[in-house]
């Protein structure tokens, strides 16, 4: 029984109907490199796709983990796109306003990036920092190790035409 | 030209419908028709004779019965005009039954309208009948059996047991194919070569074989029945009839060593070699690859049988009937680099486990590590390795992977008790007779089961890690086993690519050789007296390849057991003074029956009549002898004669499906409207656009064409080349300002009796809203007047 049969078709349609011919074998969780964090893992989110079980399909963390590295879509025997239904999940949570965990750090880092074309590390650690203390308290602490290596830019650095980048940007958001 | 016609009651199931008298003193007023009669049962005996007897009074030429489909008694009627002394092609009928009487049950009046018309388009065609006599050719009695795998193997015997002489061609230096080197095999777990090598034996001494090993086939020509084959043995380098196989004397002086491709690489072989010691024929085998010349094996050998001088030899021979059992290669598993094969020695292949696991193999039977030769404590089976995998190209089963595993693990698991063995499947098949069980007993011995498709394989110190999803749990795991065994899929043979060539096979989406029909048709292939067995079209176990041995042997015999062969008269031909040497049609004929030579030549034992060509000649050249252009022109002109409904439908049907599915609608009673004229022809593809012009020049509303569905033609390809033609059709009707529309073409399988209602319903409907043929016409000129 599917559960919302339109939910499902419209990630069919964003993801592709070849993900119907799905045999749970598991390649593309074994494959992920963050798979291990992930639950559902992909393949089960997958299977929640199929029976139409949008509640499940929607609100979990696996949708917000993924690298879009590829791994399960080039090892996917049956030429699934287990990407793209991340993808398209990612895409209708998002319609259903649904954010992710890490909705405000994303938010700053295409803030920055509009702004100056590229991440300038210290304000970003700064404003985050303020916005959401909890979660940057969190990598504090890599931080703190990175710094005396030299691995944490200090100046902030600009491209040479940011407004062009604005308006690759202000494109995509379209 | 004297015809008689005879419109059958059928009981009840025609006149009960339509108006029998009114058809018959209709018939009577068609040109030609000397006698007209209404008959309660015409296939009856008394039906039978009264046309017999009317053929004596009136010297009837031809025959017209209007009664059931032909499907059903053209031969029965055939056979009695020819007790009368006609030839029995002089018969047409008219399908008032199936296609009539019974499709249009409540509109009587319409349906019996519909009748005179079908009988009038019989008579129409009746008067260009010619008498055809079924020609008889000679055949050789000879077969050829291209492969010595145990399918070649099964179908040589039988047919040389039952007196027929057998050509059993085989590429490698010994026949008995993949199965020889196997272990033990399922589901007996009987020893594979204890069982094969009395029946190779007994193909190297049988009377009626000829065995041609280490050899290959260049060429054939001819068709069914006389196949003149040429082919090359390649030089072993021995003197086959002084060799004793003893190899021990040249093998023991031969410096040189490589790895045996009959152990998959894992044990060695000298350049002078046996391929193993039931080899057949037992004769040495000098590897010019690998053979440095230096001479020692000449010295040694006390038979003086080494030949380094020796020549390829050319063979001719004559045959019959082809059987083509080229057989199956193993899945490239470096191809699967994710699994690590090729790079960490303890990854090995299915193939590998089963030389380990013989006890004539490199290891005397021991499964070890080759990494470091010591024997293996835990075992992962990887299944589905370059099977059901859509980033290889392979998407289907290889079928016989899962039993290979589950007997491997058991194998394992008696030797060595105490070896923990895990199969990690997508899904486990075990369909066949005592499969289940055979499972079931793998289970008992204690053999885990993990449902994952293992993602990668990674080594560690030494150690293998398989990183999977055990689906039944969620869990991403990653485990250690000491060797990794993978399941590789089976492929089509890519050494029979020239065989399928030569012969003209056509291949499955999956590269194995297709066959006539995927399930009615299993060992035939679409080219006559070729059959093709075992993993040639497509992975299967010993028995399924034994059993198509088997019956490839007996529908050869069939065949050729007569030593004549009687040839339907359905052949297409060429007016040579017309034929302007295109050679389109040497390019259309899905028989390869037109030869190239100039003017075009078709050879008509191995036409099979479906007319594509003769749609195709841009000259009209080509003709048929059965369903003649001119007998298809005169059943147009003579549905368009009279226009007693709107919209007329001229359809033209394939004799296989959708002739079929509309026989079918009949026997089922579907109704659907009386609009559509019906001509049976053998394959979409014979519909000549002149047709479809004529139909529609004479006042045709529309023009339906009907074909076996895509991929189901029984030409191959007839319906994709009458999609074309339509195609093109639809544009030029379009650039004469008609409506495209008027011509339709559908697909129905013989059993969619259902579907082909459904469409001419849809089509009468269609043309209903274009209004008659050439209200375009008036359309376009109003608008341009104003």
């Known amino acids: 029984m599917v559960e919302d049969t339109e939910f499902r078709e419209q990630v069919l349609r964003r993801a592709g109907s070849e993900v119907l011919t799905c045999i749970q074998c598991g390649t593309c969780s074994s494959s992920c490199p963050t798979a291990h964090l992930m639950h559902p893992s992909i393949r089960q989110l997958v299977k929640l796709v199929l029976e139409g079980r949008k509640d499940e399909a929607l609100n979990n963390r696996t949708i917000w983990l993924c690298t879009s590295c590829l791994l399960c879509t080039v090892r996917c025997p049956r030429g699934i796109r287990p990407k793209s239904v991340v993808a398209a999940l990612k895409d209708l949570a998002e319609k259903e306003g649904i954010r992710s965990p890490d909705a405000a750090y994303e938010e700053l880092f295409l803030k920055q990036i509009r702004d100056y074309g590229r991440i300038a590390e210290l304000p970003m650690t700064a404003k985050f920092l303020l916005s959401s203390p909890g979660s940057a308290l969190q990598s504090m602490e890599m931080g703190l190790e990175m710094a005396p290596k030299g691995k944490i830019a200090l100046e902030i650095d600009r491209v040479k035409r940011p407004e062009e980048v604005k308006k690759i940007i202000e494109e995509l958001g379209k | 030209m004297p015809i008689g016609v005879y419109v059958c009651h059928c009981g009840l199931n025609i006149a009960g419908v339509l108006d029998m008298d009114e058809l018959k003193r209709y018939a009577e007023t068609l040109p030609d028709v000397a006698v007209a009669r209404d008959l309660p049962f015409s296939c009856s005996d008394i039906g039978q004779e009264q046309i017999q007897k009317d053929v004596a009074e009136f010297k009837l030429d031809r025959v017209v019965v209007a009664a059931c489909s032909p499907r059903l008694h053209e031969p ?95 590429r490698r230096p010994t026949i008995g194919g993949y199965m020889a080197l196997l272990t033990d095999v399922f589901p007996t777990n009987d020893c594979s070569i204890c069982v094969l090598a009395p029946k190779m034996s007994e193909v190297f001494n049988h009377p009626n074989i000829t065995l041609i090993s280490y050899a290959e086939i260049l060429n054939v020509e001819g068709s069914v029945g006389n196949f003149m084959v040429q082919g090359q043995k390649r030089a072993r380098y021995i003197d086959e ?67 380094l001088e020796q020549e390829p030899e050319e063979f001719k021979f004559n045959v019959g009937a082809i059987i083509v059992a080229t057989g199956w290669q193993p899945f490239d598993a470096t191809r699967k680099e994710e699994y690590g094969y090729g790079r960490y020695r303890d990854v090995i292949t299915s193939l590998q486990l089963e030389r380990l696991l013989n006890a004539a193999g490199p290891t005397k039977g021991e499964v070890v590590r080759p990494s470091s030769g010591q024997i293996a404590r835990s075992i992962a089976f990887l299944q589905c390795v370059g099977s059901r995998d859509a980033t290889v190209g392979n998407i289907y089963c290889s079928r016989i992977c899962c039993m290979a595993s589950l007997k491997n693990a058991q194998l394992v698991k008696e030797k060595y008790p105490d070896t923990d063995i895990t199969i990690y499947y997508i899904d486990l098949r075990a369909g066949g007779e005592g499969y289940e069980e055979f499972y079931v007993r793998a289970q008992k011995l204690g053999i885990n089961f993990v449902r994952a498709r293992v993602s990668r394989i990674e080594q560690e110190d030494g150690d293998l890690y398989l990183i999977f999803e055990d689906t039944n749990t969620g869990e991403v795991k990653r485990v250690k086993h000491d060797l990794a065994v993978l399941s590789i899929g089976l492929e089509p043979d890519r050494s029979a690519d020239v065989i399928g060539n030569i012969l003209g096979l056509s291949r499955r ?24 067995a075992g993993c040639a079209s497509g992975p299967k176990e010993i028995q399924t390849s034994i059993a198509q041995g088997s019956a490839a042997a007996a529908k050869a015999f069939k065949l050729l057991q007569k030593g004549e062969l009687e040839l339907e008269p359905t052949s297409a031909f060429v007016d040579r003074d017309k034929c302007i040497q295109c050679k389109l049609c040497v390019d259309i004929c899905p028989k390869k029956a037109i030869a ?34 001119a007998q298809i022109m005169a059943q147009v002109r003579a549905a368009t004669e009279k226009k007693d409904e709107f919209p007329l439908i001229v359809a033209f049907l394939c004799n296989w499906c959708s002739y079929g599915a509309a026989d079918l609608a009949g026997t089922s009673r579907i109704q659907y409207p009386t609009n559509a004229r019906n001509i049976r022809v053998m394959c979409a593809g014979r519909v000549d656009p002149d047709f479809v012009l004529e ?16 991929g189901e033609c029984h030409y191959v390809s007839g319906n994709d080349q009458a999609l074309q033609r339509v195609n093109v059709l639809k544009e030029v009707l379009g650039k004469i300002g008609l409506d495209p529309g008027r011509v339709k073409i559908i697909w129905c399988a013989a059993s969619e009796g259902e579907i082909f209602a459904r469409q001419l319903k849809r089509f009468v409907d269609e043309l209903k809203e274009m209004g008659p043929i050439g209200t375009e016409l008036r359309a376009g000129e109003a608008q341009e007047a104003t």
């Not at chain 2, 009948?129 to 050829?144: A, F, G, N, W, Y």
């Not at chain 2, 040249?250 to 998959?264: G, I, K, L, N, R």
């Not at chain 2, 989406?509 to 093709?532: L, N, Q, S, T």
Request: some cysteine; glycine content about 8%; overall charge neutral.
């Open chain 2, 76 to 170: 029965t009627f055939r056979r009695a005009i020819a007790k009368a002394g006609l030839n029995p092609y002089m018969l047409e009928m008219a399908n008032i039954r199936e296609q009539c009487s019974w499709v249009h049950m409540d509109r009587p009046a319409q349906a019996t309208q519909k009748a005179r018309d079908l009988i009038r388009m019989a008579v129409a065609k009746a008067a260009l009948l010619r008498p055809l006599e079924r020609e008889t050719v000679p055949v050789s009695q000879e077969v050829l059996v291209i492969g010595g795998g145990v399918a070649g193997i099964a179908a040589a015997l039988d047919l040389a047991d039952a007196g027929m002489h057998v050509y059993l061609v085989e």
């Open chain 2, 241 to 307: 009839k002084l060799c004793k196989g003893c190899i021990d004397q040249c093998a023991s002086v031969c410096p040189v060593e490589v790895p045996s491709e009959y152990d998959f690489g894992i044990g060695k072989r000298k350049a002078i070699y046996v391929p193993y010691p039931q080899a057949v024929p037992l004769v040495a085998c000098v590897d010019p690859k690998a053979c440095i010349g230096c001479g020692r094996c000449v010295e040694a050998c006390q038979a003086d049988a080494v030949k």
């Open chain 2, 509 to 532: 989406p999956d590269r194995f050789f297709e066959i006539a029909h995927p399930k009615m048709r299993p060992v035939e292939a679409h080219i006559d007296g070729v059959f093709i």
């Open chain 2, 596 to 629: 190239v030579e100039s003017p075009a030549y078709v050879d008509e034992a191995a036409c099979k009549g479906c007319g594509s060509c003769a749609a195709s000649c841009p000259v009209n050249a080509i003709d048929m002898r059965l369903f003649s252009d």
């Open chain 2, 695 to 710: 139909a529609l020049r004479r006042g045709a509303d529309g023009v339906l064409i009907a074909g076996c569905r895509i």
